[in-house]
């Protein structure tokens, strides 16, 4: 794969990646994907499992009556991630329709329609020790 490509793929999650994808990716997209919390431990196996070293997973995910906290908490709890930020007002556009859409639409629940942008940084692969021996 060159620098310049880009793949996509059905992947479901528990299910180990091929081989051909396992530590592959420098960035890994996910859009309102935490709604169950049995999925939760399947879902960030799997994001780990693609992500290469110190790789990024991206998750646009509404808090959904605490679904993300709790998302976020066991990821922190999982060692898989070395970092991760929370940021509501990600983008200055995204921000005013949620505004406007609060003012003129009493259908329109931030809580449950509006994503967080959620973003978890893969742990560095340990350093080798150079006294190691083979």
């Not at 620098?3 to 990716?25: A, E, H, I, M, T």
């Not at 005013?96 to 560095?124: C, D, G, Q």
């Amino acid at each position: 794969m060159n620098s310049n490509s880009c793949v996509s793929n059905v992947v479901r999650w528990g299910d180990s990646p091929s081989s051909q994808f396992d530590s592959l990716f420098d960035v890994v997209i996910a859009a309102d994907v935490v709604y169950h919390d049995l999925c939760v431990s399947s879902l960030l196996q799997t994001v780990f499992d693609l992500l290469k070293s110190g790789g990024h997973f991206i998750l646009f995910n509404p808090p959904r009556a605490s679904k993300l906290n709790t998302f976020v908490d066991i990821a922190k709890s999982s060692g898989f991630f070395s970092d991760i930020s929370i940021c509501e007002n990600f983008d200055p556009i995204v921000s005013a329709v949620k505004a406007e859409l609060i003012l003129s639409n009493p259908l329109f629940n931030p809580e449950w329609h509006y994503p967080y942008k959620v973003v978890f940084r893969k742990n560095e692969a340990p350093a080798s020790n150079c006294n190691e021996q083979y």
